[in-house]
């Protein structure tokens, strides 16, 4: 036993409710503060990778991992979000303030349409037909590069100057996505999601408008990840079709899976997880000293790689990273005491 019990209904609400969570809170936020100052240029590097995946992690998370829906567009959806603040930027120089909301208005508008299918299919059936959200917004958006004549991409002016000064914007995103999912989890809509993840007919019995919490879903995780690929527009300085494949939206799926089903930890555990795992598969390369000879097909061996850790999660550790850490968490909190938590 912990030792802590909820007396009141107020503290079922708090995001933070013991002393022991707010000082670990207080600790990563000191630690995420200092981080930009103590890292280096690859370290600042891979952050903002993390920050930036994050957001389109837990967009998809809400979408597949709470409310069930599968989706395979998740690429599509960050290209729409990208090109819309491309177009806008190139064609009427709008800025962050006005490319922002509109690439959200963009997300939701994709999110709502291809969410209706949702209402008739399930499973691959649905995961087919999201996944041609993908292959339109990915050909709408070669079409506008190959009219307009930008053959490497839409080259777009940051507004923010330097890898430091974007971790802090990316920090403050990732930091509201995170903030916003928890609570929308905690309402009504986050518990119809849940409702029907479990067993649509019994949520439906229960009263719980079945199309209505789909398609929120969708328009919800739409909009967050169009968000992504707006700030992923400005954060890379261009925008092209060829940096929205299908093994983007793979990579999405693999962090919610390896991260845990079901868990907004989870999907920021997955993120690190997926940002660093080509760095270390190089690192093991080059402390193995076969770098220079497998360097022809190092992107083979990440993939090959990639895929064997994916099916290894899926087989031995299907709660992913977020398992792992309720273990260790679990056996700090009841040692030394060899029974096993109840849940």
């Known amino acids: ?58 967009a998809l998370m809400l979408l597949t991992g709470y409310a069930g829906q599968i989706s395979l567009g998740h690429a599509g959806l960050l290209a729409a979000g990208a090109f819309t603040t491309g177009i806008l930027f190139k064609e009427f120089g709008a800025p962050l303030w006005i490319t922002l909301p509109a690439s959200a208005a963009v997300g939701a508008l994709l999110g ?9 299919l399930r ?18 958006g070669g079409e506008y590069e190959t009219k307009r004549g930008f053959s490497t991409g839409i080259v777009i002016d940051s507004p923010v100057a330097s890898a430091r000064g974007w971790y802090f914007v990316l920090l403050a ?29 019994v949520a439906e019995a229960l009263g719980i408008s079945v199309p209505r ?51 907004l930890l989870g ?18 390369m080059a402390a193995l000293g076969v770098a220079e000879r497998l360097s022809s097909v190092v992107f083979a061996v990440n993939y090959a790689a990639f895929g064997v850790v994916m099916i290894l999660f899926l087989v031995f550790e299907p709660q992913g990273l977020v398992g792992i850490w309720r273990r260790v968490r679990n056996w700090f909190v009841l040692w030394p005491f060899r029974h096993k938590p109840i849940s």
């Not at 499973?123 to 709408?140: E, R």
């Not at 527009?233 to 060829?242: D, I, K």
């Open 173 to 201: 995103a990732a930091a509201a996505t995170v903030l916003l999912a928890l609570n929308l989890l905690r309402s009504r809509t986050g518990r119809a999601w849940r409702a029907i993840h479990g067993r649509e007919a």
């Open 1 to 58: 036993m912990s030792g802590y019990f909820r007396t009141r209904y107020a503290e079922d609400f708090a995001l933070l409710d013991t002393r022991t969570q707010k000082a670990w809170f207080a600790v990563l936020v000191v630690a995420l503060g200092v981080l930009p100052f103590l890292a280096g240029p690859l370290g600042l590097e891979l952050a903002n990778q993390v920050l930036l995946g994050s957001i389109g992690a837990v």
């Open 112 to 120: 709502l349409i291809f969410g209706l299918p949702s209402l008739r």
């Open 267 to 284: 999907a920021v555990l997955g993120t690190v997880f997926v940002v660093l795992f080509p760095y270390a598969i190089d690192g093991t």
């Open 123 to 140: 499973g691959l059936y649905l995961a087919v037909s999201t996944l041609a959200l993908h292959f339109i917004v990915i050909f709408l």
């Open 213 to 263: 919490a789909k398609l929120s879903a969708f328009v919800v995780s739409s909009t967050l990840t169009a968000v992504a690929g707006c700030l992923f527009a400005y954060y890379r300085g261009f925008v092209s079709a060829e940096a929205f494949s299908l093994y983007l939206t793979i990579q999405y799926v693999a962090m919610i899976i390896i991260g845990g089903m079901g868990s």
